[in-house]
């Protein structure tokens, strides 16, 4: 089974659309996967999955070296590495509990005045992704 | 002949657009250079996009409850062209080209009995298909990317158009786009967005190679439902970023060009004033010979 070059890292990849967001060798990643976190070492099996709203958490080592939170996305993880493709996504660090707070409140508003189902749906994905952000800000703070 | 004084003005004016004309063209090159990151940097999210999507289709290939987005309707009766545009004219055939393009298509269409819709995108696509397909016009997008085109402008068209889908407004849909190849070269191109088009390699793949392999997580079809309207996004995205690095290209190539004529046509213009000019002293002189002669 081994092949020689077994890959003893994950190549990490955080990709929005405006940009490629980050790019590296790591040894192990956790996503927030739609029906649970999931860590991705090397050599994972091939997996395709929804990620919900949260962190996703970047290990050199043992250590946390970055935590970065994801409005939602998707991951493409195969032995070599894991992709991530997100629409929203920044450093844990540079969340900011207020504006979050602020876009929940603005989330529910709208979600009260609208009728139409696919405002709905994304009025209430917009509140899951203001509550993730609390939730994850609150957990930077502490 | 034109007096000195007229060809002094015109040689004053002529000036003035060229020095209007040079100055567009450094700040189209200039812009030109952002947007033509802006395109570059798109890729990747829609690179890995389109392979995840051909991985999931592939998956989902022969199913009967495919979604719509992705397997169409079985029925192409009413076809959506997003026609996108600059708002802004002054750039060379960007604008009429697409223009052209897509009425040559419409032309196609309606010839094979289909119903066409149009949704601009840019007001120039607007003002030159409204005299002929005025009534086809069913929306008009102005002011797309003004300062900047930014991902979220083209996902609220890209709402706009899924909502029009899930009102049973149109069958398929179709943009229309300048694709940037290089300063001089854009490259009319249009894009099927809906159904999805299947890269062809994937297909001839078969469904042993890779979906078989793929662990999905919650489901295909959750995954689909949630992608599928991104990579309308990003295809939109993908495209509005190509025409506006076209756009600036294709300005920058014009000014150029009209820069240089500006030039030609001072350098004519000088020489004739220098012309004009001479003949009149040498007239003003045999005047005054010939009437001291006289004396």
């Known amino acids: 089974m081994a092949d020689g070059n077994r890959p003893d890292k994950v190549a990490f990849e955080l990709v929005a659309p405006e940009r490629v967001l980050a790019s590296e060798l ?38 946390v070296t970055a935590r970065i939170f994801v409005a939602g996305g998707f991951a493409e993880v195969n032995p070599q590495g894991c992709t991530v493709l997100a629409e929203e996504a920044m450093p844990v660090a540079e969340l900011d509990a207020a504006r979050a707070r602020q876009r929940l409140q603005d989330a529910k508003d709208e979600l009260g005045e609208t009728k139409e189902e696919l405002d709905r749906a994304r009025c209430e994905r917009e509140i899951a992704i203001a509550e993730a952000m609390l939730a994850a800000s609150g957990a930077a703070a502490a | 002949m034109a007096s000195l004084k007229e060809l002094r003005g015109r ?83 960007f604008n009429s080209s697409i223009v052209r393009g897509a009425k040559r298509r419409i032309a196609e269409l309606l010839a094979a009995g289909k119903q066409v819709k149009i949704l601009c995108v840019g ?15 069913v929306e008009t997008m102005e002011g797309v990317g003004r300062t900047r085109l ?53 297909e001839a793949a078969g469904p042993a190679e890779a979906a078989a392999v793929y662990e999905f997580e919650p489901d295909e079809e959750s995954i689909l439902k949630e992608l599928l309207p991104r990579n309308l996004a990003v295809q939109i995205y993908g ?34 004033y220098n012309r004009t000019r001479q003949a009149q002293i040498t007239r003003e002189l045999i005047e005054i010979i010939s009437g001291a002669e006289a004396l």
């Open chain 1, 26 to 63: 790591v040894d192990m990643v956790v996503c927030p996967g739609a029906d649970g976190d999931f860590g991705v070492l090397p050599e994972h099996s091939l997996l395709m999955s929804l990620l919900r709203p949260g962190v996703i958490e970047v290990y050199q080592g043992s250590q």
């Open chain 2, 11 to 93: 040689i004053a004016s002529v000036k003035q657009t060229q020095k209007i004309t040079s100055a567009m063209k450094l700040v189209a090159a200039s812009k030109l250079k952002r947007a033509q990151e802006q395109a570059e940097a798109a890729r990747p999210f829609a690179e890995r996009m389109a392979n995840m999507l051909t991985n999931l289709a592939i998956g989902m290939a022969g199913a009967e409850n495919a979604p719509p987005l992705l397997a169409g309707r079985g029925q192409q009766q009413v076809v959506l062209m997003i026609v996108a545009t600059a708002d802004r004219g002054l750039c060379g055939g």
């Open chain 2, 123 to 137: 007001r120039k696509g607007r003002d030159q298909l409204r005299r002929e397909y005025g009534s086809l016009i």
């Open chain 2, 150 to 202: 930014t991902y979220g402008e083209a996902l609220a068209i890209a709402r706009r158009v899924e909502r029009m889908f899930e009102a049973g407004e149109f069958d398929r849909c179709e943009i229309v786009y300048n694709r940037f190849k290089s300063a001089i070269t854009q490259i009319l191109t249009f894009h099927q967005l809906i159904p999805v088009e299947v890269p062809a390699a994937a």
């Open chain 2, 239 to 272: 495209a509005l970023t190509e025409n506006a690095a076209s756009e600036q290209g294709a300005r920058m190539t014009a000014m150029d060009s009209a820069t240089r004529n500006a030039g030609d046509m001072i350098h004519r213009l000088t020489l004739t």
